[in-house]
């Protein structure tokens, strides 16, 4: 049986288009393209041949770049904080996410620990004249 081979990338970032064909997709010239990587607004792949090649996720984020040029009026220092802003943000929400996964899975060993310790019973020994050692459960 072929071993199937592991996908490297998620279904949004592989690598799909060169950057005419980016360009159109996004609604851009070719050179805006390259001006938003010198800003480091998008990081397109790169072929062995050293050809850009953006994926799913580039042309959102590109979509993304120009509506806020062009629809809000966002100079592209904006657009960089804003895409900061946002990345740092998902960051966040992915850590409070584990976060909150840490407090519930310690929540329910507390619980665990605290129903096997109610459950102990507390025995003690106790001397008893000529009965010689007897427990005793309180």
């Known amino acids: 049986m072929p071993r199937r081979r592991r996908n490297l990338f998620a279904d949004g970032d592989r690598p799909l288009y060169m950057i005419s064909v980016a360009a159109e997709l996004a609604g851009v010239h070719p050179q805006t393209l390259r001006i938003y ?3 480091s607004l998008v990081t397109p792949q790169r072929t062995a041949g050293n ?3 953006y994926s799913d996720s580039d042309i959102e984020r590109l979509r993304l770049i120009q509506q806020l040029t062009q629809e809000e009026g966002i100079n592209l220092a904006g657009v960089v904080r804003i895409i900061e802003l946002e990345d740092e943000r998902e960051r966040l929400a992915d850590e409070i996410a584990q976060l909150r996964s840490v407090i519930e899975s310690v929540r ?4 665990e620990y605290e129903a096997a310790r109610a459950s102990v019973v507390r025995t003690e020994l ?3 004249p000529r009965g010689g050692l007897q427990r005793r459960r309180s």
């Open 126 to 128: 106790v001397l008893i």
């Open 51 to 53: 050809t850009r090649v």
């Open 108 to 111: 329910r060993r507390a619980a």
């Open 37 to 39: 990587e010198r800003r």
